[in-house]
């Protein structure tokens, strides 16, 4: 059982940044991927960024060349670098992790604000 802890989100002003973090614990030794996710109000939830345990990372059009993901091994935690945030960017994001290449966790998610 893996359990994901997120936290950072937060109210911004556009062309502000912002970093999120995901910690990760129990099983994390069996995460194929972690990655976020996003889901603004009457949309569905969209991939942002994911990062392979081989450290290959993915990103969605939308945010390629603002957002970078990364992560910590030693303390188990990925992020998310959000720069030149912009007010489509404003949603709930989540943490992702896929273990054993078939099962699918979920963070609480955290809201991100990007006013004009």
């Known amino acids: 059982q893996v359990q994901l802890v997120e936290s950072g989100g937060g109210l911004v002003q556009a062309g502000g940044s912002l970093r999120l973090s995901c910690a990760a614990s129990?099983?994390?030794?069996?995460?194929?991927?972690m990655g976020w996710y996003r889901q603004a109000p009457g949309k569905q939830r969209e991939l942002v960024a994911i990062?392979?345990?081989?450290?290959?990372?993915n990103y969605a059009d939308s945010v390629k060349g603002r957002f970078t993901i990364s992560r910590d091994n030693a303390k188990n935690t990925v992020y998310l670098q959000m720069n030149s945030l912009k007010p489509e960017d404003t949603a709930v994001y989540y943490c992702?992790?896929?273990?054993?290449?078939?099962?699918?966790?979920w963070g609480q998610g955290t809201q991100v604000t990007v006013s004009s």
């Open positions: 990062i392979t345990s081989g450290d290959s990372t």
């Open positions: 992702h992790a896929l273990v054993r290449s078939r099962y699918n966790y």
């Open positions: 129990g099983g994390v030794f069996s995460i194929n991927a």
